[in-house]
Each structure stands twice: as structure tokens, then as C-alpha cells.
């Protein structure tokens, strides 16, 4: 639409330049010859009337002079006449003409003292007039002037003829060339090329070659329809034979899993059912700027692993709708179609009010739950009414995902997280035959930390509707069954890692989870002055670049890592001037207290570093309070020379697999903090106790005099442990297991 508009705007601009100067060149002209023209009749009456008038002037016959004005008074284009004396006097006057004429006078009294016919163009009561007047003599001398005025206003009216008609003519042409221009490319442009695209998306999206559109053969596109439609025959066949190859591959169990891999085996085991994800964070937020309505993909590690999953098996995905624009981009039934440029599956939104928002989200769940299981030293927060809410909205998803599952046979539910610990429970009520998993994301802490939650028995109980209760390691697994058997009455099965309570048996399941090998995305910034222009923007002067990629979140170590940074610079001068960390932390949860704190706290200790090793352009540390795309993130990966994570209790941590997959180079080096799930997977990352920053100081020494050959013997094998166990075998590994429990 926006190209329609620039070409009618075009248009009309050239239409209008066009049709502007031709009337300004013929209005001149036109103007030209009136005056011309008022000016020769002018002289041909005054001449005229000279002759008659010049002896009766003589002869002081004022009676018979002013009978001769009076004839000339409003006559067609004719004001009227005047016959002045060489004093100034008026001797007669067409009783039309007003007796002080300003104008009139100076052009007599120099028509007088010249002894030459002159005129000029003058107002009278704002009407154009054009005065004229030739001498009178008598034998000897001037004696007076003859003064002709006709009404000139005939001339401006010509010529707002012209450019009204110009202005109508103008209108008119650009109306019919806008309607023709909207014709041309709606009909001969943008029809055919939508459905050249319509056509190749069919392509891409569908392996079915009967369901692929034929493009007519458009005269104006006639050879890039006959290369589309080799493009549309190929990629409908290279699907098919990576489809194939893909089912195939469903036997060797050595084979690398892959997007197509994973959606040949939920055709084979799933059987026609449907996969339901949960979770509190959407995958696409969709936002408001201005007029535009725009999407964005949270930081979130949840989502980052769990959306390549949805692309490549479909289904439908509930969550919040959070955005400011959320609401106005789904359809009737509160879904929409996502990813948003190639939709591959559902995305149904829950609305939550402001109240509910709070004591749900901010309240119970992040000021309760989240410390509680990381044990960060930062005390819980439980209070009644923020339990009251996290009920009431667990209910609220609960009701909507049984009415998503009402007309499915066993359906699958693969619930997200801590938000929604009653959730299981509640919907085994309802539909004992629905296959549900949850996996929680967080650690879970041992049972005496847990038992100072006021509410664990009901969350407990909660959780093992479940299931499957999926935890990132064994020892969350093992804290879990520990903290049930101290906290529900219960029948647990050390041998299978089971639970039984209320005639319903839970497995309790390590279940690592992982990032599609390629991070699933393409690159959005990917040209070398994008590149460029990013680190001059941030005024990069090190040669060595470190990199945190966090939320501000007390529970990531940036502090920690602040300090370690600091000793660094401190035990090893050197690499003042030479190193550079960029720490990306994205604020999160900016309503609780405790984070807003935390943020000031960050930005406190930066500014301070910065101040005590600042040296001219140089500063140690960059600290970036914004959220980057992953294309964005992956040229930092690609840049850093070191990765720093150093969360102080983590379920995961999906950046240091983020940073292994973009070193396709197989260079650089991950320092990694051992209070992460991934530190028992990434053995040969440089792992460290990020309380200790001697230890984390001399890690980072040691990772950037560490030789090219060490950084890529240990990068490949880092990569590998990625490549074979990514979110594809993650996912369908958890898949197996539950459709094995029905």
C-alpha cells in the first residue's frame, strides 16, 4: 500500500509541476496581451476625444466638456473621463469617478510636465482601474491633460479563469491517472506477484505437490513465472526427499536430529494428537508504535527452546498476552497464527487484569517461588493474597485449556514452569486421559529450603497431576521426591523415580534441555557495515572482547562478574586498554522492588569500574540496559573472545549453548559458572565458582592467553555435545516418554 501511495504521489507531483508551469507560461502571455490590448484602446479614444476637446478647453466651454465625460461614464469597460488644467483642477468629471484621485493626479501632473501620453495601473475602491492621459495645448503651451479610466479588473479575471480551469483540468487528470495507476498495479502488478508469492509459501510451507497453486502465465511476467514455477517443482521435492530422508533416519539412532527428523517422529508416534504448550511468557509479543503494530521475541530461555519445537510440530501454544497490541492482532477465539511472517502454529492468548498480573506474576510467582528455588540470598516473599491470585489465574488457564483439548482424544500438554504448579492437578480433574508433562525450568532447591513456603502442600499436590514432572538434572529430580516425601502422603518408587499419591503415579524425569543447533533463526544483521557500525556505535577500542548476555536479574552473578572483571584489570594491567566487556542485561520484572534495586546496584558498580580504569576512549566495561534480536545477539557471540556466564543457581542457562552455536569458527571460550544446569553437559568450558573472583579473574586470564589450537580443540567438542543433544532429540525424547505412559 505504502508503494501505491509513493507512485500516485509521484504522479501527481510531476502531473502537477507540468500543469503549473504551462499555466503560469500562458497566464503570463494572457496578462500580457490584455494589458496590450486596454492600452491601445485607451490611446485610440483619448486621441480621438484630444481632438474634440483641446478648442472647447481653449474656449473655457466647461457646459459642453462636461456633457462629453458624462457620455463616457460606465460605458462597457469604460470608468469614465476627466479633463484636468495645468494647475490641477478638475474642469469636468464623469460623475462615476471620485473627485480625489491620488494615482490620477501624479500621472496628469506628469503627463503635463512631460508633454507625453503615459498610463498606468491603479485601485479605486479595490477595483482595478487603468488610467491614461494624454496634454492638452493650445498654441503655445500645455494647458491641461485629458484623463481616460476603463476598469481593468476584467484582466485578474481572465487569468483566475485560467487557473481555476487549470486547477479543475489538474484535479480531474490526477483522479483518472491515480484510479488508472491502482488499477495497473492491482491488477497487473500486485495480483500476479501475490500470487507468485502465495504460490512459492504453498511451496514451502506443504509437502503435498497436488497442493501447490499453479501461477497463470501473466504476459508481464512471463519469464519469472516459468523460473518460479522450477523454484515451487524443486522446493516441493527437496522437502519430500529431506522428509523421507527424515523418516528414514527414525531408525538409526546415531543420526542427528533435526526439525524434519522431529516432525516424521510426532507424525509416527503421535498419531493424529495434538500437542498443547503452556506456558506464562508468549513466544511473539505484539506491540504498538505509533501506527504500527510490531512483534518482538522476548529473552526468555524458556521460549527459546521450546518455539523451535512448536515450529516443527505445530499444535497450539497458551499464554499471556502481554503486549499492548496483543488484543488487536488475534481473531475471535483470542488466537492467532504465529510465527507471524510464516505461520506454523496456534498461539492462544489469556488475558489477565492488572490485579491478577501482580500478585500471579510479580507477587507469588517471582517474589515467592523465584528465590525460594534459586537460593540466591535473596529472601521469599509470601503473602495470602498473592497465593489467592496465583490460584485464580492457574483456574483461568486451566478453563481455557480445556476448552482448547474439548474436542481432542488424549491430548498432549506440556505445561511450562513454576507459574503453573496447580494446573496439572486441575486438569486431570477434568480430563483424566489428557497426557500431561511439566517441566520446570528453575532449580529445585533441597526440602528444608522448600518447606518455608506456606503453601507447599497444595503446590506439591498440584504438580503431581502431572504426568511427568521434568526437571534440567538429576539432583533437582532428587531434591523434588525428597521434598515430597517430606512434605505429602505418598508412595514413592526409588527404582523407577515415581510418586504415587491419590491412585495417579508421576515420573519424575531428568530432562536437559537444549537450543535447536543453529539457534533456529536466521541472522538479522548479517552485512559487514551492520557489523561495523555496531561496534563504532558502542566505541569499542579493546582487542579482546568479552560477553555477558543476561537479564538483570540478581540470580545471574553480574555483580560477581563486575568484581572478577575488576581483579582482572587489577592482577594483570596488560590488559588494560586491551579488553573489553560487554555486559547485555535487559531489564526484567522492572515492578518488583528488589529488581529495580538490583538495576541501580549494576549500573552503580559499571559506572564505578569505569571510573578507576578509564583511560581516554577506553572503558572496561559496556553495560547495555536493552533487548537484541537473536541475529543481534549471535554477532556478539560471533565477536566475543570470551563468554562469561556466572549465575549463582541456574535450571540451565540457554546463553552458554547460544554462544557454543554461533562459534562457527570454533574459536572463543566459555567460562561457566558450576551453579548452572549446562556446567554438567559443557565439561570442557572453563567451569568456576563465580562467589570466588579470584578464581572467575584467573579463568578469564587464562581464556584469553589461552592458543588458538586449545580454544578449538575444546570449541568442537562443546559443538558436538550441542549437535547431538539439541532441542530436537530433547523434545522428542520427552514426547516418547510421556506417549509411552498412555
Given amino acids: ?28 502571455n494572457e496578462e500580457k496581451r490584455l494589458r496590450n490590448d486596454i492600452q491601445y484602446r485607451s490611446t485610440l479614444l483619448a486621441e480621438s476625444l484630444r481632438e474634440t476637446i483641446e478648442p472647447n478647453f481653449i474656449n473655457k466651454s466647461e457646459k459642453y466638456l ?50 507625453k501620453a503615459n498610463g498606468d495601473f491603479s485601485s479605486f475602491k479595490e477595483k482595478k482601474m487603468y488610467i491614461f492621459a494624454v496634454p492638452l495645448h493650445d498654441d503655445k503651451s500645455v494647458v491641461g491633460s485629458l484623463m481616460v479610466v476603463q476598469n481593468a479588473g476584467y484582466i485578474d479575471t481572465r487569468l483566475n479563469e485560467i487557473w481555476r480551469n487549470t486547477l479543475i483540468r489538474l484535479f480531474t487528470q490526477v ?23 502465495e504460490s512459492i509459501e504453498t511451496a514451502r510451507l506443504n509437502n503435498n505437490p497436488d497442493s501447490s497453486n499453479k501461477i497463470p502465465a501473466y504476459p508481464f511476467f512471463q519469464p519469472l513465472v516459468k523460473e518460479v514455477n522450477k523454484i515451487q ?112 502454529y496456534n498461539l492462544r492468548r489469556v488475558w489477565l487484569t492488572p490485579n491478577e498480573e501482580k500478585g500471579y506474576y510479580y507477587g507469588f510467582s517471582n517474589e515467592g517461588l523465584w528465590p525460594l528455588c534459586h ?59 489428557a497426557l500431561i508433562g511439566l517441566f520446570w525450568h528453575i532449580p529445585w532447591p533441597n526440602s528444608e529450603s522448600f518447606s518455608i513456603c506456606p503453601f507447599r502442600k497444595e503446590l506439591l499436590d498440584g504438580m503431581l497431576g502431572a504426568d511427568i514432572v521434568a526437571f534440567h538434572t538429576q539432583l533437582h529430580c532428587n531434591n523434588f521426591i525428597d521434598t515430597i516425601g517430606h512434605e505429602l502422603e505418598s508412595l514413592i518408587d526409588w527404582e523407577q523415580f515415581a510418586v504415587t499419591r491419590s491412585r495417579h503415579t508421576s515420573f519424575i524425569k531428568p530432562f536437559p534441555i537444549s537450543i535447536a543447533f543453529t539457534n533456529g533463526f536466521k541472522r538479522e544483521h548479517d552485512s559487514a557495515e551492520d557489523n561495523q557500525n555496531i561496534i563504532k556505535n558502542l566505541h569499542i577500542r579493546g582487542k579482546y572482547i568479552g560477553l555477558g548476555v543476561d537479564r538483570l536479574d540478581y540470580t545471574k552473578g553480574i ?52 571510573r578507576k580504569y578509564r583511560s581516554g576512549d577506553w572503558k572496561p566495561i559496556i553495560f547495555i540496559k536493552k533487548r537484541h534480536s537473536h541475529g543481534e545477539l549471535d554477532f556478539y557471540y560471533s565477536k566475543a573472545n570470551v563468554c562469561l556466564v556466572t549465575s549463582l543457581h541456574d535450571g540451565m542457562n540457554l546463553v552458554a549453548k547460544e554462544y557454543i552455536a554461533a562459534r562457527s569458527d570454533e574459536k572463543g571460550v566459555l567460562i561457566l559458572s558450576q ?68
Avoid at 492457574?394 to 481455557?400: D, E, L, Q, T, Y
Avoid at 592482577?571 to 538495576?599: C, G, H, V, W
Fill in 1 to 28: 500500500m505504502k508503494q501505491i501511495f509513493a507512485a500516485i504521489f509521484l504522479i501527481t507531483v510531476i502531473v502537477t509541476l507540468i500543469a503549473v508551469s504551462f499555466t503560469f507560461n500562458q497566464a503570463s
Fill in 66 to 115: 462636461q456633457d462629453v465625460v458624462e457620455k463616457y461614464a460606465n460605458k462597457e469597460r469604460f470608468a469614465g473621463l476627466a479633463i484636468i488644467d495645468n494647475k490641477g483642477n478638475i474642469i469636468a468629471v464623469s460623475s462615476t469617478l471620485p473627485k480625489e484621485m491620488p494615482d490620477a493626479a501624479k500621472i496628469t501632473a506628469d503627463v503635463m510636465d512631460s508633454d
Fill in 175 to 197: 483522479l483518472l491517472l491515480s484510479i488508472a495507476t491502482i488499477l495497473i498495479i492491482r491488477w497487473i502488478i500486485f495480483s500476479p506477484v501475490k500470487n507468485i508469492v
Fill in 233 to 344: 517443482r524443486s522446493l516441493i521435492e527437496a522437502r519430500l526427499t529431506a522428509s523421507e530422508e527424515a523418516r528414514l533416519r527414525l531408525e538409526k539412532l546415531d543420526s542427528p536430529w533435526t526439525s524434519e527428523r522431529l516432525k516424521e517422529f510426532v507424525k509416527d508416534i503421535l498419531k493424529g494428537r495434538n500437542i498443547f504448550v503452556v506456558s506464562n511468557r508468549e513466544p511473539y509479543i505484539h506491540t504498538r508504535n505509533g501506527n504500527k503494530i510490531d512483534y518482538f521475541f522476548p529473552a526468555s530461555g524458556m521460549v527459546t527452546a521450546i518455539e523451535p519445537i512448536m515450529e516443527s510440530c505445530g499444535g497450539t501454544w497458551v499464554a499471556h498476552g502481554s503486549g499492548n497490541a496483543d488484543k488487536e492482532v488475534v481473531d475471535k477465539g483470542d488466537e492467532i497464527r504465529v510465527p507471524p511472517n510464516e505461520p506454523k
Fill in 375 to 433: 537460593i540466591a540470598h535473596t529472601r521469599p516473599i509470601f503473602r495470602k493474597d498473592d497465593w489467592e491470585q496465583y490460584r485464580i489465574v492457574n483456574g483461568k488457564f486451566a478453563k481455557v485449556v480445556l476448552e482448547e483439548i474439548r474436542k481432542d482424544r488424549q491430548p498432549i500438554i506440556f505445561i511450562q514452569d513454576y507459574h503453573f504448579a496447580l494446573l496439572p492437578r486441575i486438569i486431570k480433574k477434568s480430563r483424566p486421559d
Fill in 559 to 610: 555483580l560477581e562478574k563486575f568484581k572478577a572483571i575488576e581483579l582482572f584489570l587489577e592482577k594483570y594491567p596488560k590488559y588494560q586498554n586491551l579488553f573489553t566487556f560487554i555486559q547485555i542485561a535487559p531489564p526484567t520484572r522492572s515492578k518488583i522492588k528488589r529488581y529495580m534495586d538490583f538495576e541501580n546496584e549494576v549500573t552503580q558498580e559499571s559506572e564505578r569500574i569505569n
Fill in 675 to 742: 551453579f548452572t544446569g549446562a556446567s554438567s553437559e559443557l565439561r570442557d568450558a572453563l567451569i568456576i565458582n563465580p562467589y570466588d573472583a579470584d578464581q572467575t579473574a584467573e579463568a578469564l586470564h587464562t581464556a584469553l592467553e589461552m592458543t588458538p589450537i586449545e580454544q578449538i580443540k575444546r570449541m568442537k567438542k562443546l559443538r558436538e555435545t550441542i549437535k547431538d543433544h539439541n532441542v530436537y532429540r530433547w523434545s522428542a525424547e520427552f514426547l516418547k516418554t510421556m506417549v509411552r505412559l498412555g
